[in-house]
C-alpha cells in the first residue's frame, strides 16, 4: 500500500519559515519525481516545486528564490524549505509522487498559513 504523509505545517507569520516532510512507503521512492503542490481556498492546486528522479529541480515564479526542494532517498523522504514566507503562500500543500506516463500518488495534504 502506498503512502504519502505530509508534516511540518503550521501557522507562521510573514517573513517566517517552515519545513515540510513528505515520508513514503510502498514505492521505490528513489524513482519517482516528487513534488510539492499547494491549494489556497477558492484556488486551483497549482505546482510549488518538484524535484526529479536525477535531483534536477523546478519551481513556481512566485517561490523562486524563497523555497528549496530536496529529497533524502535514503530516508524515502521529501522535503521543501521555505523562507521569506508571505501570506499568499497560504494554502494545503500536498505532496506528489510521479512515474511517468501515468503514476500518480498524492498525500492527504498539509496546511500552512501564514498571517500578515
Known amino acids: 500500500q502506498v503512502q504519502l504523509v505530509e508534516s511540518g505545517g503550521g501557522l507562521v507569520q510573514a517573513g517566517g519559515s517552515l519545513r515540510l516532510s513528505c515520508a513514503a512507503s510502498g514505492i521505490t521512492f528513489s524513482i519517482y519525481t516528487m513534488g510539492w503542490y499547494r491549494q489556497a481556498p477558492g484556488k486551483q492546486r497549482e505546482l510549488v516545486a518538484a524535484?526529479?528522479?536525477?535531483?534536477?529541480?523546478n519551481y513556481a515564479d512566485s517561490v523562486k528564490g524563497r523555497f528549496t526542494i530536496s529529497r533524502d532517498n535514503a530516508k524515502n523522504t521529501a522535503y521543501l524549505q521555505m523562507n521569506s514566507l508571505k501570506p499568499e503562500d497560504t494554502g494545503i500543500y500536498y505532496c506528489n509522487a510521479d512515474l511517468k506516463p501515468a503514476i500518480h500518488y498524492w498525500g492527504q495534504g498539509t496546511q500552512v498559513t501564514v498571517s500578515s
Open positions: 524535484i526529479t528522479s536525477g535531483g534536477s529541480t
